[in-house]
């Protein structure tokens, strides 16, 4: 399947497993079904996914919902397919960024984050790094889809200061796929 399908409802879930470990994203953008309520789910800030309050252990199912998540226009989050569309609470962000892997340096530099989901984000135009000044630090997150922002886990900022303190400079901060993000304000066209 080079394309993902316009409807799940034909495939298995072994199908769309195999979708979402082949990276490919089914289209939740254009499934506009009726609400049907609240799924009883819910993504931790540390990016734990519970359903009726207990850990969901089985990272395929935390892929798989993953892969149905949308965020709508209101701020909300739901889990969406063709039939139907469910409330999901997200106490921060949809996913965790857990691991940074960096190619290059200075303006050609290239950022690549690892999801809790094992999905990869490139930092750049589409993905872009924000900073969030709060009370108690810093809090980076990372555009990844459609609204979906990843929180950047704490180590992994710390090893981008660190690369961004190395880069010197007047601004604090790091390029990604041409775009320059100051660690401490908004990225730079």
Request: charged share 25%; net charge negative; proline share 8%.
């Amino acid at each position: 399947m080079d394309e993902p399908p316009a409807d799940l409802a034909g495939l298995s879930l072994a199908d769309i497993a195999a979708l979402a470990e082949a990276k490919k994203l089914p289209p939740v953008d254009k499934w506009n079904p009726a609400h049907c309520g609240d799924s009883a789910m819910r993504i931790a800030r540390d990016g734990t996914w519970y359903h009726e309050g207990s850990p969901i252990g089985r990272p395929a199912m935390v892929r798989l919902f993953s892969t149905i998540l949308r965020r709508e226009p209101d701020g909300r989050h739901v889990l969406v397919t063709p039939v139907e569309k469910l409330d999901i609470e997200v106490e921060d962000a949809a996913f965790v960024a857990v691991e940074v892997k960096s190619e290059g340096e200075g303006d050609a530099r290239r950022l690549a984050f690892r999801l809790n989901t094992g999905d990869v984000v490139v930092a750049g135009p589409e993905h872009r790094l924000r900073f969030d000044a709060r009370e108690d630090g810093p809090h980076p997150y990372l555009h990844v889809r459609g609204g979906l922002e990843a929180l950047v886990a704490r180590p992994v900022y710390y090893e981008l200061a660190e690369m961004a303190i190395a880069d010197g400079g007047d601004t604090p901060g790091l390029w990604s796929d041409g775009i320059f993000f100051a660690l401490t304000g908004s990225p730079s066209p």
